[in-house]
């Protein structure tokens, strides 16, 4: 049973990983009327007409649907044969985050929604995630959380803050996604050719992103000196500040081609994406990170 239970986790995991992927596409296609003002039914029909937006906006649904199903039976297998308090917590989290986006989802189609509220659509979809991946991880060897070091309490509040500011960080991208701003600024790394460009309308809305990735860029290289400083390379602490450190490096990358491929609808789909995932795997590591200082012991 705990095979079962192991692979339904890593399921759960992946499935919303695909979720957060698709639904980085839906915004990006402009798909999300693709099925008109229906929810489930797709232009009043379970197999909707093969045109792109449809396409993707079903396609979307289907894999919601699929992977809500594996949450379920995840959530009954957990609560009926898992002893641990912080698996049935991480599942219960998975399936209240999925629902609640799933019903903004529906209502969105329904009912047009503000910027404001479909960008928190993609934010609970990252938590989502976030939670599905510790679930993911309690069934190996890096669920073992608990530690025999102590913690600096100076470490777990850089940690905490930096995963707090990441969220808000990655809101804004999604606000910028959904006011359809990305052409607020042209180039990289200036703003329409200028350092402090006129803070208005989208161009505005950019740069306010492109300075709040910056200063997540510093936190995230200070938290990764902090824990190379403190923690040896085998601790999961260094470990994880490393790889939030690479992430959040290529956030900033793919942040960049993604300006650079506005002209291109194609190359702006694809590297929109990969800009999403980047940023999920570094809010991934982030809230792992968030989970140790949780289980901190003295020696």
Request: proline share 2%.
């Amino acid at each position: 049973m705990q095979k079962w239970i192991q692979r339904l986790a890593n399921l759960s995991a992946i499935g919303m990983f695909l979720i957060l992927a698709m639904g980085a596409l839906v915004t990006k296609a402009d798909a999300g009327r693709g099925c008109g003002d229906e929810w489930p039914l797709c232009h009043g029909k379970f197999i909707p007409a093969h045109t792109i937006s449809s396409f993707i906006e079903y396609s979307h649904r289907l894999v919601v649907g699929v992977v809500t199903m594996i949450l379920v039976a995840t959530f009954y297998l957990v609560f009926r044969y898992v002893k641990r308090r912080d698996a049935k917590f991480f599942i219960t989290a998975t399936v209240v985050m999925t629902l609640i986006q799933a019903a903004m989802g529906a209502l969105a189609v329904v009912w047009p929604q503000s910027s404001l509220v479909l960008a928190l659509h993609f934010g609970l979809s990252l938590l989502a995630f976030a939670f599905s991946l510790l679930l993911a991880l309690v069934f190996t060897p890096w669920g073992q959380f608990v530690r025999t070091t102590q913690i600096h309490t100076s470490f777990k509040v850089i940690v905490w803050f930096t995963a707090i500011y990441s969220y808000v960080v990655v809101y804004l991208g999604a606000f910028v996604r959904h006011t359809v701003s990305s052409g607020g600024c042209s180039g990289w790394p200036l703003c329409n050719g200028e350092v402090i460009p006129e803070l208005s309308g989208a161009t505005g809305i950019v740069f306010t992103h492109r300075i709040a990735a910056l200063l997540l860029f510093v936190c995230i290289l200070f938290l990764y000196l902090q824990a190379r400083r403190h923690y040896q390379k085998t601790d999961k602490l260094w470990f994880g500040s490393k790889w939030a450190l690479i992430l959040v490096s290529l956030q900033v990358i793919s942040g960049a081609v993604v300006t650079w491929s506005l002209g291109n609808e194609v190359a702006y789909l694809f590297t929109g994406m990969i800009h999403a995932i980047i940023v999920a795997c570094m809010f991934g590591f982030l809230c792992y990170l968030c989970v140790l200082t949780l289980y901190d012991r003295k020696a």
